[in-house]
Each structure stands twice: as C-alpha cells, then as structure tokens.
C-alpha cells in the first residue's frame, strides 16, 4: 500500500500524538508506576527498556485505558482523561473509546479472534466501531496483507498460522484502525527465535515511514537501530530518556548502565 504525503496517519500535527502526565499505577501494596512523565510527537519512535517487572507493559497498556490509573493524566491528541482509579464515569469511559480509536495496539500473544479467518480480523475494527463501508475495508485490508506479507493468507484462520504471521497479522490489523500511533507490548516475546526477525522487519518498514509508535522490548539491537527515543525503567521510574546513542552509549544512570551490561554480556 503506497503511503501519500497527505495520510492522516502519518501527517505531522501541532502537539504532541500522545502525552502522559504524573502516571501512577498500583496493584494492591504494589506501587507499579511511580509518576510517569512521558510524551511523543508524530513519527516518534519510542522503545521502551527495561527488566521484567519494571512497569513496560503496565505503562503502555495504561494509555488505551486497558489498565486505569491512579492518577495522572493521559493526553491524545485532543482528548485527555485524568483517571483517578476504579470504575470510569460514563463521561470518562466515552473519552476513553475516542482515545482508543486513534491508538492501534499489538499485543504480546497476538489476542486475535479465533472463529474469524484473516481478513475478518482485520476488518472487524474498520466495520463495527468506525462505520466503514465493507468494501472500503476489505480493499485496504488487502493492501495491508499484502504489506506484511500475508496477502495468500486472507482466508486462512489464526490456529493454521505460525506465532510471526499471526503477529504481522495482529500489525495490519492494526493500521486498518489508520492509528495516530501504535503501541507494541513485546511484540517478539511469544515467538520461537527463528520468527522474530520477519516481524521486526514489519516494525522497522513502519518506523520508516514515519509511523508513530510506542515499543516495549527486550530486542536491544533493534531498538538501538529503529528508534529515535529510548526510555528505561526501572521501579516504575523512567530513569534514562534520550537517543539510541545516549541511552545505549553513555547512560548516565547507574541501573540503566548495570542493565545493558548484564543484556549485552548475555548475549555475546
């Protein structure tokens, strides 16, 4: 699918795509985000770093409201909410659909619907939430098969597909949405070694077209390579924040320089 100059998706934009102010997450006695300041402008590309249990997925999953904060304030484009826990009023739960519908996100285990074969999946958001016309959606849910490589797949269900097709599908099924930005959980972790690079291929041709996105990851080599910010966490804390050379060339916290270390030691 030829991407124009003028596609909303990618067009940049007065403010921020997305911000997050003063986010504060718990789980019990367990304080998981500790006041997250964070934000990322149209054709950013975040990665998010980190150890297990540093709060990565936490975080992302609080911009679509998955999860619902504590307190802090969640910005897209337009439309903030500042949740303060629990329940969401009707008020805030119909701010929190219009966010969603501008966020595209890419789940760890694929989390696509069994009983539909390929191309419903990637239709399904196009039709029943945004209204769109059946052909106007198959014909981009095509194009964005064919993108990802999967274009012979359209009939096939997700049970008869390898981990990586079904989370290039899971990609293009969300582009079909034409997100202001895309937010990655680990998008490589539930795939056997030999399936994460034709995913990180898929990722890598979306940064280059200028794709907003919001990546949690624990593929150090890729995201010193496609990101233009890196973030590290450590206790619900960003600690480090800045280029792929900054953060991975002279981290100045102690944690962030402890954490590559034991990565990249690992890995040699």
């Known amino acids: 699918m030829a991407i124009r100059k003028d596609d909303p998706v990618i067009t940049a934009s007065i403010g921020p795509a997305l911000s997050l102010s003063g986010l504060r997450k718990s789980f019990g006695h367990n304080e998981v985000l500790r006041g997250i300041d964070l934000s990322a402008r149209d054709g950013d590309v975040i990665s998010m770093i980190g150890a297990s249990g540093s709060g990565k997925s936490t975080l992302l999953r609080c911009i679509p409201m998955l999860e619902i904060p504590d307190a802090g304030t969640i910005a897209v484009g337009e439309d903030s909410l500042s949740p303060k826990g629990g329940r969401l009023t009707r008020t805030e739960d119909a701010i929190a659909r219009r966010m969603r519908g501008h966020l595209g996100f890419v789940f760890q285990n694929f989390n696509l619907w069994p009983h539909r074969t390929v191309l419903e999946n990637v239709i399904e958001a196009p039709l029943f939430v945004q209204g769109r016309s059946r052909a106007e959606a198959v014909d981009e849910a095509l194009a964005l098969l064919e993108k990802v490589g999967l274009a012979e797949k359209r009939d096939a269900w997700p049970a008869h597909l390898s981990g990586g097709q079904q989370q290039r599908v899971a990609i293009a099924r969300a582009l079909a949405q034409h997100p202001r930005a895309i937010l990655f959980d680990e998008p490589t972790s539930a795939l056997d070694p030999e399936l994460v690079g034709e995913v990180l291929k898929v990722i890598r041709r979306l940064a280059e077209e200028g794709r907003t996105m919001l990546i949690v990851t624990h593929e ?19 600690e480090e924040d800045g280029t792929p050379a900054e953060v991975f060339g002279a981290p100045k916290s102690e944690r962030a320089r402890a954490f590559l270390a034991s990565h990249f030691d690992r890995n040699r």
Request: proline letters at 0%; glycine letters at 10%.
């Open 220 to 238: 150090m080599g890729f995201a010193r390579e496609v990101s233009s910010r890196v973030v590290f966490l450590h206790q619900g804390r960003i």
